[in-house]
Antibody
Framework: QVQLQESGPGQVKPSGTLSLTCGVS?????????WSWVRQPPGKGLEWIGE???????NYNPSLKSRVTMSIDKSKNQFSLNLYSVTAADTAIYYC???????????WGQGTLVTVSS | QSVLTQPPSVSGAPGQRVTISCTGS?????????VHWYQQLPGTAPKLLIY???NRPSGVPDRFSGSKSGTSASLAITGLQAEDEADYYC???????????FGGGTKLTVL
C-alpha cells in the first residue's frame, strides 16, 4: 500500500517561499509514475500545480509556472515543491498525489495547510 | 473559473438516484481524454471514485457509475446513503493547461 506524507512549514510570510516535501512509502518514486502537487484553498476547489517524473522532468500549470519549481530525491524517496513570491491567495491545503493512467490520481497524501501571513 | 463546469450542489433523499454533471470543451473531454471522479469527505483528501470514464477502483460500491458523451460526463449515484454526503470533483486532461484539470466541485446533500 503506497502512502504519501506532506511535510513543511504551516505558515509562510508574504513574498516568501513555500517549500513542501512529500515522502513516499510502500512504493518508489522511481516507478513509472508521475508525482503531482494539488492545492485547495479553504472552502474552494482543487487546482493542479504541477508534476514530476523520476528523471526530473517536470510540467507545471501555466497559471503558476513562473513561480514554481519541483524536484525529486531518489535516495530519500521523496519529491518537493517550491512556490516563490507567495501571497495570501496561495493559502491552501497542499496535497501530493501519485498519477496513474490517463492523468488520474490514485494515492493522495493527507494534505497540509499552508497559511500565507505575516 | 474552473476548466470543467459542475453544478455547485445537488441533493437527494436516502435510496434515491442522483447525477452530477461535468461539462468540458474541445480542449479536454471533447478531445477524447478520460474523465475521473473523486469523492472528498469533510476534512479528508480526495479519493478516486471513478477512473477512465466508467471504471471503479477496488472497494468502490457499484452504486457509483460514470459516463461520458461528447464534451460532458456524468456521475450517477444510486441507492443514496447518508455516508455519500460529500464533495465530488470531476477531472480530465486539458490541452491548454498541459496537464490535469478539475471541475469546481459539487456538494451532495443527503436529505
Amino acid at each position: 500500500q503506497v502512502q504519501l506524507q506532506e511535510s513543511g512549514p504551516g505558515q509562510v510570510k508574504p513574498s516568501g517561499t513555500l517549500s513542501l516535501t512529500c515522502g513516499v512509502s510502500g512504493g518508489s518514486v522511481t516507478s513509472t509514475h508521475w508525482w503531482s502537487w494539488v492545492r485547495q484553498p479553504p472552502g474552494k476547489g482543487l487546482e493542479w500545480i504541477g508534476e514530476i517524473y523520476y528523471t526530473g522532468t517536470t510540467n507545471y500549470n501555466p497559471s503558476l509556472k513562473s513561480r514554481v519549481t519541483m524536484s525529486i530525491d531518489k535516495s530519500k524517496n521523496q519529491f518537493s515543491l517550491n512556490l516563490y513570491s507567495v501571497t495570501a491567495a496561495d493559502t491552501a491545503i497542499y496535497y501530493c498525489a501519485r498519477e496513474v493512467s490517463a492523468w488520474s490520481f490514485d494515492y493522495w497524501g493527507q494534505g497540509t495547510l499552508v497559511t500565507v501571513s505575516s | 473559473q474552473s476548466v470543467l463546469t459542475q453544478p455547485p450542489s445537488v441533493s437527494g433523499a436516502p435510496g434515491q438516484r442522483v447525477t452530477i454533471s461535468c461539462t468540458g470543451s474541445s480542449s479536454n473531454i471533447g478531445a477524447g481524454y478520460h474523465v475521473h471522479w473523486y469523492q472528498q469527505l469533510p476534512g479528508t483528501a480526495p479519493k478516486l471514485l471513478i477512473y477512465g470514464n466508467n471504471n471503479r477502483p477496488s472497494g468502490v460500491p457499484d452504486r457509483f457509475s460514470g459516463s461520458k458523451s461528447g464534451t460532458s460526463a456524468s456521475l450517477a449515484i444510486t441507492g443514496l446513503q447518508a455516508e455519500d454526503e460529500a464533495d465530488y470533483y470531476c477531472q480530465s486532461y486539458d490541452n491548454n493547461v498541459g496537464g490535469p484539470a478539475f471541475g469546481g466541485g459539487t456538494k451532495l446533500t443527503v436529505l
